[in-house]
């Protein structure tokens, strides 16, 4: 079982920036990929971006790319995930998942594909 807290969130404005993180509560941290995803009300829960074990693969929404960047710190059982030049309309509940990914290099971006979720921090970004 692995536990994961999400941090970070808040109110920003338009073109501010957040680092979210995500704190795992496992002593095999390196034996999941993490992923970040998001929901806004009314709205479906979508994709961000994800990370391998070892941080040597990242994927994005096509979307975000180039505003927001996912990494880990395995020292620290830690993911983050850096938002920058925020807009109104990424604001939602950013939720971190961890998938058991055997040392794998492929991420995945399909949120049926992790096994544990955190609990969400809310964005906001105001106009």
């Known amino acids: 079982q692995v536990q994961l807290v999400e941090s970070g969130g808040g109110l920003v404005q338009t073109g501010g920036s957040l680092r979210l993180s995500c704190a795992a509560s496992?002593?095999?941290?390196?034996?999941?990929?993490m992923g970040w995803f998001r929901q806004a009300p009314g709205k479906e829960r979508e994709f961000v971006a994800a990370?391998?074990?070892?941080?040597?693969?990242?994927y994005y929404a096509d979307s975000l790319k180039g505003r927001f960047t996912i990494s880990r710190d395995n020292a620290k059982n830690t993911a983050y995930l850096q938002m920058t030049s925020l807009k109104p309309e990424d604001t939602a509940v950013y939720y971190c998942?961890?998938?058991?990914?055997?040392?794998?290099?492929?991420?995945?971006?399909?949120?049926?594909?992790?096994?544990?979720w955190g609990q969400g921090t809310q964005v906001t970004v105001s106009s």
């Open positions: 998942a961890a998938e058991r990914s055997w040392y794998s290099t492929v991420v995945k971006a399909t949120a049926n594909e992790y096994e544990y």
């Open positions: 990370i391998s074990w070892s941080g040597g693969s990242t």
């Open positions: 496992t002593r095999t941290f390196t034996n999941y990929a």
